[in-house]
């Protein structure tokens, strides 16, 4: 018994098994995780390592060296860079796309583990921190209020911090730009030095005053107390009454210093809209629900605004706005595409009902893959939702063609529910046949290696379970539904209209006229069709190139780099022409972190900074497009915008993480014996890419050289005196800049001392070696001299470059790539200049290859389920004559809306292979039972086009009209599937063509070839 027939004689249980998954799938609904992307694990590790007080050249051939020997020849590891800083080492290991993460840090961390005794002893132990884009920040804020700035902080740090990360789903928020206190000790250089003192002799007598120790017990009886000890400092005043000195004289540290609280030298800076402000930066769990965990952080503001009304917070950025809307839009467009869908069902069917009951389908279809997706582990993210997007016009296929069958039946006067039975029992061969070729297109994609592959996981399964839930409801509830019709009206009329009355009549005459054109010109059909193929090589070669849609989220991140040695003030005095520029423009909310970042920015990807670096996040004004903006923001700037600007339009979410201005950055690295070399010729290279139109913010990945004084220690002059070389160093640290002394514990709170050089003497050196030690200057032991010395080091697969990047604006990283590679080679570099041109064009012509072998795996996979299914090798050969065809008509639809070809695009590519080829299966099943039942060839073929014609018409209809709200990119995230509905679209049009008149046409030519070979071989023996 077949599962039509099965279904229709228990229509009971057939309705309560599918409302039963229907149920869980309402369930399902609820319980899926809301993410905007899917969980993708990043195959990059990142070491950072610390040799305080080293200069970029002693970092690089002494920590940098060592640990990229290390690591080296680690399996998988694709790429090492390694940018050495003062003091601080960052070496990044980009691993093949595959690797097992889990077992990779675990080997990286043990080799690091093998070269510790390999790194100079002040260097401290390599930190080994995993790159993931779930988490990143998913929220922004700051913090305004009037008077101090440190009472905000105070707040910022101790409530509002404390109270968001005791949410669900919040891992960690940082406090940025929060003023720390300090208890300042400014000695007067003068005094100091008549009692030959230096500011480390200061500080070990203020440590010594300030010690800690242990009260003990006593006993009285038969009780036993507590000893408490008070030898730390409890307040300030008491700092003063240390003595310091010779003891006889009796001088306290109040005679030749000041002690006050105040603020320490700012390290980072917040400012929002100008204004001083505190920043709040909030960190998910991986895998939390971000929309559900920024709801829960929007519910305790309003609690905290009710608390502390004089506070006043902004929310800056929130990726949950973007996830919000984005998946609203998507599912709105969802919802739009069904609606049309129908409406072309309606319009051609003509009966209500059982238009209703084929819409039935989609939404039925979602419910149940919700329940698989869920068991799949698979989220409800920007992607999976595209699955199902893509999905609503293929969901109604099956149904179609069952309803059409059955409707032909009942119009021969069978019972409707003898017809439900005998329509699903004709077409499911075929449909199974076509059902499964499209399921054979997605299945490669999940196993396929690469960022693409990694995110287009989730659609594919979105796709697969949808569909497979569409073809078992065409097989078993719409029986059931068309079993349960009344019979034909009484007037004798059919139960369903003929298909089309007045039109419907004339574009049936229009096929077969043009299908009889067709096979009496089969050389002209092969001419157009091979003309077409050349116009889509073409056009495919003229179309932009990159890896993935640059998606506008609304906000500009802008990156400010100033000259190295930059004060903090003339930063944030930069930043500040910065947001005066985009509020001019219309923006509102400017958000800047001036300085460096915080551990969990740091963590989580971003730059380290120092005072000369800035991060603005830059809401763009609804009117406007953020690539606009950003370009109208670089004529206001073009100072900044000549090298010291770069902006990223998508860096805050983790989708901007991905694809972001990494993804659209092309490199040259500038190789040479001599890094001054290198650095000379990467300006050329800079220069000269500067004026590529296609390009913007070009510039120098690392800074340049700055002024630095090097001293020298007189080492004979040293020994002599009887000083310790570390007294020196100490002398000097403490000259400039101060020397830590101990901290003022209280009874929540730690305030660190300081022991500087009052005035303008602290960061003057000459005060610095007037510095005495044993009677001695500091500058009678030590020589001076002033060099410029790298700020960065850059090494690239362990040898040092210069690396000059540039963000790609039009055309697409492909030819920026090709216009750049053209650039380099008019150049004429001496001997020993090397470079490398890399960027995310590597990463797009990875994937591009890796989609498509997908491409040919699954026409490989379909060409054999095909030959299964109608038993021929040359039966599936016709069929995928609509393989190319199908992907010419997508490439024009991108060439006429200007999109790209991307990943995305191709994933259109390779969908309509499997559309493709189920309305050719379908087709060629009915050709084939005409045949069977005694029609000539040419008969056949024209019985069995006019046959399916509804059919395919309706469902490559309802494909188009399914993906066409896409194809406008409306909303947040709309551009991410115009080139998948473009490409589609343009597929369905050209793959419907090639269905009603190539492929018929190829059959007969092939099949009456074999005829007439079965003539010629008769013809011989039938002779006397």
């Known amino acids: 018994m077949s599962l039509s027939a099965s279904s229709v004689r228990r229509p009971v249980s057939t309705i309560a098994a599918v409302l039963g998954l229907v149920l869980l799938g309402s369930v399902s609904l609820g319980r899926l995780p809301v993410a905007l992307l899917p969980d993708v694990t990043l195959p990059v590790l990142t070491i950072r390592t610390d040799l305080s007080g080293a200069a970029p050249p002693e970092v690089s051939r002494f920590v940098a060296e060592p640990i990229e020997e290390a690591i080296a020849a680690t399996p998988g590891l694709v790429e090492l860079r390694s940018v050495a800083r ?72 101790e409530v509002h911090a404390r109270r968001l990360e005791q949410l669900e789903g919040v891992a960690s928020v940082a406090v940025v730009g929060a003023p720390k206190d300090e208890i300042r000790v400014d000695v007067d250089p003068a005094r100091m030095r008549a009692l030959g003192l230096s500011p480390t002799d200061v500080a070990r007598a203020i440590e ?17 107390f507590s000893v408490r000890a008070l030898t730390e400092f409890r307040t300030s005043e008491e700092i003063g009454a240390t003595p310091v000195g010779p003891a006889q004289r009796g001088i306290t540290l109040a005679d030749i210093a000041t002690i006050s609280l105040s603020t320490a030298d700012p390290l980072t800076m917040v400012q929002l809209d100008g204004s001083p402000a505190v920043g709040l930066v909030v960190y998910k769990d991986a895998g939390a629900n971000t929309v559900a965990v920024t709801q829960r952080i929007y519910g305790s503001l309003g609690q905290l605004e009710e608390e502390f009304p004089e506070i006043g917070m902004t929310v800056v950025a929130a990726q949950a706005r973007f996830v919000r809307d984005a998946l609203s839009n998507l599912g709105q467009e969802i919802v739009l595409g069904g609606f049309l869908s129908l409406l072309v069902i309606l319009f051609f069917l003509r009966d209500w009902r059982a238009s209703l009951a084929i819409g ?56 409707p529910d003898t017809a439900a039975i005998m329509a699903g029992e004709e077409v499911s061969g075929p449909l199974t046949a076509g059902t499964l070729t499209t399921l054979l297109v997605f299945g490669p994609i999940i196993f396929v290696q690469g960022l693409a592959a990694a995110l287009f996981r989730d659609l594919s399964l979105s796709v697969v379970t949808s569909l497979s839930a569409a073809l078992i409801l ?49 050389p002209r059909v092969f001419a157009i069709a091979v003309g077409s193929v050349l116009v889509m090589t073409l056009l495919a070669s003229r179309l932009p190139k ?128 001599r890094l001054a070399m290198s650095a000379a010729w990467a300006d050329t290279v800079r220069t000269a890419m500067a004026t590529l139109p296609r390009l913007s913010d070009v510039r120098e ?79 009678d032991l030590v020589s001076v001299r002033e060099v410029r010395a790298p700020i960065e080091v850059v090494r690239v697969n362990q040898r040092p470059v210069t690396v000059v990047e540039a963000t790609v604006e039009t055309g ?35 994937t591009s290859q890796e989609l498509l072998l997908v491409a040919l795996l699954s026409i490989a996979l379909v060409f054999l389920v095909l030959a299964g299914e109608f038993a021929s090798f040359t039966v599936p050969l016709v069929i995928m004559l609509t393989v190319p065809l199908a992907a010419a008509g997508g490439i024009v639809v991108l060439w006429l809306t200007g999109q790209s070809l991307n990943a995305v695009s191709m994933i259109g590519m390779v969908v309509m292979i499997g559309i493709a080829d189920n309305d050719a299966v379908v087709k060629l099943d009915a050709i084939r039972r005409f045949r069977a039942e005694g029609l000539p060839l040419r008969e056949a073929i024209i019985a069995g086009g006019r046959q399916r014609l509804r059919a395919i018409a309706m469902t490559s209809l309802t494909t188009i009209m399914g993906v066409l709200p896409l194809v406008f990119g409306f909303g947040s995230g709309g551009e991410l599937y115009q080139p998948l509905a473009a490409g589609v679209i343009g597929g369905s049009v050209s793959a419907t063509l090639v269905t009603f008149f190539l492929m018929p046409t190829a059959y007969y030519v092939i099949e009456r070839r074999s005829e007439d070979a079965a003539h010629r071989s008769v013809a011989p023996s039938a002779r006397p």
């Open 86 to 157: 003062t003091g601080q080492l960052t070496t990044t290991a980009r691993f093949a796309w595959g690797t097992d993460m889990a077992s990779t840090v675990l080997t990286v961390r043990e080799r690091l583990d093998n070269a510790r005794g390999l790194l100079p002893d002040q260097a401290s132990r390599p930190t080994l921190l995993t790159s993931d884009p779930g988490e990143r920040p998913i929220a922004v804020l700051a913090l305004t209020g009037p008077g101090d700035l440190r009472s905000v902080s105070r707040t910022a740090e």
């Open 701 to 779: 990945s690392q800074r340049g050289t700055q002024p630095m004084i090097e001293i020298s220690l007189e080492r004979q002059r040293i020994a002599e005196r009887g000083i310790d070389v570390q007294a020196v160093a100490a002398a000097l640290a403490g000259g400039l800049g101060g020397v830590s002394a101990s901290e003022l514990r209280e009874t929540d709170r730690r305030t660190p001392i300081t022991v500087r050089l009052a005035g303008n003497a602290n960061e003057d050196l000459g005060a610095a070696l007037q510095t005495t030690i044993k009677g001695v200057p500091v500058g």
């Open 812 to 846: 697409g990283t492909a030819r920026a790539s090709s216009d750049v590679s053209k650039l380099l080679a008019t150049l004429s570099p001496p001997p020993g200049i090397t470079w490398t041109l890399s960027g995310a064009d590597q990463e797009r012509r990875r």
């Open 474 to 522: 065409a097989l078993t509830l719409m029986p059931v539904m068309m079993a349960r019709r009344k019979r034909a009206a009484r007037d004798g009329s059919p139960s369903t209209p003929v298909w089309g009355a007045r039109t419907g009549a004339h574009l049936t005459d229009l096929y077969e006229r043009g299908m009889h054109w067709s096979l009496d010109h089969p």
């Open 208 to 224: 010594a005053a300030n010690a800690t120790a242990p009260g003990g017990t006593i006993r009285r009886g038969q009780f036993r």
């Open 546 to 673: 990159e890896i993935l849609p640059q998606v506008d989220e609304g906000v500009v991140v802008a990156g400010l780099s100033l000259p190295e040695g930059t004060a903090i003030e003339e930063t944030a005095r930069q930043a500040k022409r910065l947001e005066t520029a985009a509020e001019e423009l219309g923006s509102v909310g400017v958000y800047a972190r001036i300085g460096a970042a915080t551990d969990e920015e740091v963590l989580s990807g971003a730059d380290p900074g120092s005072s000369s670096t800035a991060q603005l996040i830059i809401p763009v004004p609804v009117s406007r497009s953020a690539a606009r903006f950003a370009e109208a923001l670089r004529t206001r700037v073009p100072d900044l915008a000549a090298g010291a600007l770069a902006l990223d339009l998508a860096g805050q979410t983790e989708f901007g993480s991905l694809i972001g201005r990494e993804g659209r950055l092309v490199r040259v690295e500038v190789g040479a014996p």
């Open 360 to 415: 039935l389908i989609v939404p039925l279809s979602v419910l149940i893959a919700l329940v698989l997706l869920q068991l799949l582990h698979v989220s409800v993210n920007i992607l999976s939702l595209g699955g199902l997007a893509l999905g609503v016009g293929l969901l109604v296929d099956n149904a179609i063609v069952v309803a059409e069958a059955g409707a032909r039946l009942r119009d021969q006067g069978i019972a």
